[in-house]
């Protein structure tokens, strides 16, 4: 049963293309965030929505964007992929109403040439 | 964002070992923490949380324990099994905001 789920697992973009990253949840969680890991480290937030409410982490640069047009899903945009924004795009949900799980999707890897 | 890191990046235990993997926080102000498993080519996967009015939390071969004082959370895994190889986060966040913060990670090796 898969609850979040992203699409593609794998995608590769050139230098300076712009890329959507997509994220679906079946929980209808409030929550949506979105999370960028580099090899053997941690995953960083970038962002996350609370409902429509769009909540932008301090030190996320202005060339990643995000949409969330309804409940079920949210995208991730990168406006001009350079090779330091290779990595795994996580996407996770939690339910905002005081149960502070997160459930994560399986990620999405980028990779620019 | 917030600071959470872990003292060791990797740690290797023989199987049927009890394992324990350490991670610091710097938010005191936190009051929810979380540790993950996350194998590889896969999102982290939630293994035990805690809330800071707690010292410490038991799970099915797994428990977590918090000193406030300190700033030092502790995951204990028993009996150690081929399948708990992964890497370890912890992650915190506070009642007031939906931010989780990500530590380094560590790295869990077990040896048959």
């Known amino acids: 049963d898969a609850m979040v789920i992203q699409n593609p697992r794998y995608q590769v973009t050139q230098f300076g293309k712009p890329v959507t990253l997509s994220c679906s949840q079946t929980l209808n969680h409030n929550v949506m965030y979105w999370y960028q890991q580099k090899s053997s480290q941690a995953p960083k937030l970038l962002f996350h929505?609370?409902?429509?409410?769009?909540?932008n982490e301090a030190d996320t640069p202005d060339n990643f964007q995000s949409r969330r047009p309804n409940t079920s899903f949210c995208f991730l945009d990168i406006r001009s992929p350079g090779l330091g924004d290779a990595a795994m795009y996580l996407c996770?949900?939690?339910?905002?109403?005081?149960?502070?799980?997160?459930?994560f999707g399986p990620g999405t890897r980028l990779t620019v040439t | 964002g917030e600071s959470v890191g872990l003292h060791l990046p990797t740690l290797s235990v023989q199987e049927g070992d009890n394992s324990i993997i350490n991670c610091a926080y710097s938010n005191s102000a936190s009051d929810y923490f979380i540790w993950y498993k996350q194998e590889s080519g896969k999102g982290p996967q939630f293994i035990i949380d805690?809330?800071?009015?707690?010292d410490k939390r038991q799970g099915q071969r797994v428990t977590v324990l918090l000193n406030k004082t300190v700033k030092h959370l502790s995951l204990q895994i028993a009996a150690t099994q081929p399948g708990d190889s992964a890497v370890y986060f912890c992650a915190e966040t506070h009642y007031t905001g939906n931010q989780f913060y990500f530590g380094t990670g560590t790295s869990l090796t077990v040896i048959p």
């Open positions: 996770a949900t939690s339910s905002g109403t005081g149960e502070y799980e997160q459930y």
């Open positions: 929505y609370y409902d429509k409410d769009f909540n």
């Open positions: 805690i809330r800071s009015n707690m």
